[in-house]
């Protein structure tokens, strides 16, 4: 099932392809990953501004279905948006929808990113970096308006 230590690209029974899972908090085997990603309802969305709303993310996603809840990802320490969040449908079908014909758009001026999720946990809306942020922003070299300029060593030095 898995090879090389990474999860084996996963297939729904609506041929949209499930993307290998990120999550390395998950607490469970692959096989549990794998099995909650094929019946799965809820994506990781990515690559958002800080500046983006939930209503933004509503109006957006809402064209793939009816959105159970949205999740806005947080600075821990601010509680401000990080550029991240989960959108949970009520119905699969409507997910691989959002999967097959939102990821790679754009919204707010950037190219935003979809993901299966194995589903959403009280405490995964929080930024993982020391900072409080997203891991990434923390190690980004570039200057970058949208997610809140020069990344957090950058801005240290």
């Known amino acids: 099932m898995c090879s090389g230590g990474t999860l084996s690209i996963l297939r729904s029974d609506s041929y949209v392809d499930l993307s290998q899972y990120r999550d390395q908090h998950f607490r469970g085997t692959r096989y549990d990953q794998e099995r909650l990603l094929r019946k799965s309802c809820t994506l990781y969305v990515g690559n958002l501004s800080f500046y983006t709303t939930e209503e933004q993310i509503q109006e957006l996603f809402g064209k793939s279905g009816d959105i159970k809840k949205i999740i806005m990802g947080l600075d821990k320490v601010k ?79």
Do not use: H, P
């Not at 009280?122 to 990434?136: F, H, I, K, P």
């Open 79 to 157: 509680k401000t948006a990080c550029g991240f969040c989960f959108v949970e449908y009520y119905a699969r079908g409507d997910a691989e929808n959002a999967m097959r014909y939102i990821n790679g758009t754009r919204l707010d001026d950037r190219i935003i990113r979809t993901d299966w999720d194995a589903g959403f946990k009280e405490g995964r809306q929080y930024g993982r970096g020391r900072s409080g942020g997203q891991v990434r922003d923390e190690y980004r070299q570039d200057y970058d308006a949208g997610r809140g300029g020069y990344g957090k060593t950058v801005q240290c030095q």
